[in-house]
């Protein structure tokens, strides 16, 4: 081999020597290149070690590209599957858990299909939730107009700073798809008071904050934020599914990840005597209880998804709702039947466009 290189090398120089072009400097090169072995060699050495390296440098560039493009495109037919799923009757697109890790691309389509925004750090225009202001109930159990059930509903929507998008991806582009959960939590102030809070405009991240639902003392139901949207119930917060794994998405690089994305936040409103900051008080009332039970039924969650605002905290300071009595809430849970009529996620493909809603 390295004498077919000399040979080779050695025609090369004889046929650029014959040149009448060639100029004086680069012939006396290639005069002492076919007069000197050793320095022929070296040259020999260095053009195989560029050509070697140009050839090592592909092969990882390939192996790279399909490292990092193989998962993206994994994730994107995830996503667009779970999208796309909605052939059957309607269900929420969070069903679908995906890997953590793997990073999902922004599809063209998804904005067209969903009421998700595809990326947190280019969210759709918040302005658009203006549009909310008044919605059926429907929008909120899309069987409501139906007659059914031991509760009372309305609707009180938040000022659209209080809420937000869910997302098809977190702030580093993993995917952001986990089955639904429900949060419990308690006022603490009284009905009135969290009305007149969502209602105000809070430009401040800090201060914005939400429900899907609130049950008052006799056990009428008022909905706060339409499911399919991004409540701001919890803030620093990670839900512990029953395979013992974390679940959790961060949406805002300033802020600690929370599972605000995939929940369904109720809160029962606080007696009157529980106003204040201690550990307990005398408790809820059973129509808050019933209420209460048949909502969460309403969502077809099953019991190992159904959480409280205490349990998924990670600040140490959320201790709500205090003074529940869990066992009570999963008797009267268990009398209802689980349905889905609580769609908590995206509105799917074959959903109608919500009325109103500027897209």
């Not at 700073?161 to 582009?173: P, Y």
């Not at 952001?176 to 969290?194: D, K, M, N, Q, R």
């Not at 959790?248 to 929940?263: D, E, I, R």
Request: glycine share 6%.
């Amino acid at each position: 081999m390295t004498l077919c290189g000399f040979s080779v090398m050695k025609q090369l120089i004889k046929q650029l020597w014959n040149q009448e072009l060639c100029p004086k400097m680069l012939r006396k090169f290639l005069y002492r290149l076919l007069h000197r072995p050793l320095w022929l060699a070296i040259v020999i050495c260095a053009i195989g070690g560029v050509l070697l390296g140009s050839t090592l440098s592909r092969a990882v560039q390939q192996q790279f590209s399909i490292a990092t493009v193989t998962p993206s495109s994994i994730a994107l037919r995830q996503t667009n599957n779970v999208l796309n799923s909605a052939r059957m009757p309607r269900r929420s697109p969070s069903v679908a858990r995906s890997s953590p890790g793997t990073v999902a691309k922004r599809s063209p389509q998804l904005l067209d299909v969903s009421n998700c925004s595809a990326n947190p750090k280019q969210p759709r225009n918040p302005r658009d939730l203006k549009a909310l202001l008044t919605l059926p109930l429907t929008r909120f159990r899309v069987t409501a107009n139906q007659i059914s059930g031991p509760v009372q509903e309305r609707s009180s929507v938040a000022h659209f700073t209080n809420f937000g998008w869910r997302f098809l991806v977190d702030w580093f582009g993993a995917s952001a798809l986990h089955e639904p959960i429900v949060v419990l939590h308690e006022t603490v102030g009284s009905f009135e008071s969290v009305i007149n809070l969502f209602s105000q405009s809070h430009p401040n991240d800090d201060d914005q904050v939400s429900y899907h639902a609130l049950i008052r003392e006799n056990g009428a139901i008022v909905y706060v934020v339409p499911p399919e949207y991004r409540a701001y119930g919890a803030g620093d917060s990670v839900f512990i599914n029953a395979d013992r794994q974390e679940e959790t998405v961060q949406t805002n690089g300033k802020n600690p990840p929370s599972v605000n994305n995939f929940a369904y936040h109720i809160s029962l409103v606080t007696p009157a005597e529980g106003r204040h900051n201690q550990a307990t008080h005398g408790g809820y009332t059973k129509n808050q209880y019933e209420a209460l039970a048949w909502l969460v039924s309403k969502t077809g969650i099953a019991d190992d998804r159904i959480t409280t605002h205490k349990i998924v905290d990670r600040s140490g300071t959320r201790i709500d709702p205090r003074s529940f009595d869990a066992q009570y809430f999963l008797q009267r849970l268990h009398s209802y039947p689980r349905t889905q009529e609580i769609i908590i996620g995206c509105t799917l493909p074959d959903a109608p466009a919500p009325p109103n809603l500027a897209r």
